[in-house]
């Protein structure tokens, strides 16, 4: 089966700026997580979906921080404006409950 | 609310030794348990879970993990270690709250393998 795909890959921006990332989750993964994993910590739950319904956003920042999940299939993280402590890898993830997390390959965001 | 413990944030050991990785957790509910590694510049790959049934599970690079109720762990063994699995090792545990599963990770173990 094909994985979690997130874009981009890398991403650095200045400080005060906008970005946003995509994620598709496994075909038929009804729940998807975005986690902020800082250099040299676990990763932290930010939101999770459960189809196109939030389950848990209660550490999302969201001043700053929003996430959708249109039609409960792919996502979209944004950060608007983005501070410096914000640099992080931003991970996507979807599960079938029980069968654990399939991760996508993240997106390193350097703020400047 | 839960919890994941790893005691050791960095463990070096010598090629062909073993290796045990510590993970302890804390749940008010029935947990599922899981061992994901982090190769240097790469995403999470799950390594191995408990689910349900026998307590030792096995992954198909030689970890090993024991899931230990009376104990609260999941330590994750390897009897012999090899260069290739230096890496970063996250133990998480996802219990049922609210309705829906929320996975709790640790703050991880570096693995770091000595020739």
């Known amino acids: 089966e094909a994985g979690v795909a997130q874009s981009p890959r890398y991403k650095i921006i200045e400080k005060r700026q906008s970005v946003a990332f995509w994620c598709n989750p496994i075909?038929?993964?009804?729940?998807l997580y975005w986690y902020q994993q800082i250099l040299g910590q676990g990763p932290k739950l930010l939101i999770q979906f459960q189809n196109n319904g939030v389950v848990d956003d209660s550490q999302l920042p969201k001043d700053r921080f929003s996430a959708e999940r249109l039609k409960g299939v792919d996502s979209t993280l944004k950060i608007q404006p983005a501070k410096l402590e914000d640099s992080a890898v931003y991970l996507c993830?979807?599960?079938?409950?029980?069968?654990?997390?399939?991760f996508g390959s993240g997106t390193r965001l350097t703020v400047v | 609310a839960q919890s994941v413990t790893q005691l050791d944030s960095q463990v070096p050991v010598f090629e062909e030794a073993p290796v045990e990785l510590r993970c302890n957790y804390s749940s008010s509910v029935s947990v599922y348990l899981f061992w994901y590694v982090q190769y240097p510049n790469q995403g999470l790959q799950l390594l191995l879970k408990?689910?349900?049934?026998?307590?030792l599970v096995e992954s198909i690079n030689g970890f090993e993990a024991e899931f230990n109720k009376s104990q609260t762990s999941f330590h994750l063994r390897k009897p012999s270690v090899h260069i290739s699995d230096t890496a970063e090792y996250f133990c998480?545990?996802?219990?049922?709250?609210?309705?829906?599963?929320?996975?709790?990770f640790g703050t991880g173990t570096k693995l770091q393998v000595i020739p």
């Open positions: 075909s038929g993964h009804a729940t």
């Open positions: 993830a979807s599960s079938l409950v029980g069968h654990g997390y399939t």
């Open positions: 998480a545990v996802s219990g049922n709250s609210g309705g829906y599963q929320k996975v709790t």
């Open positions: 408990y689910l349900s049934g026998s307590t």
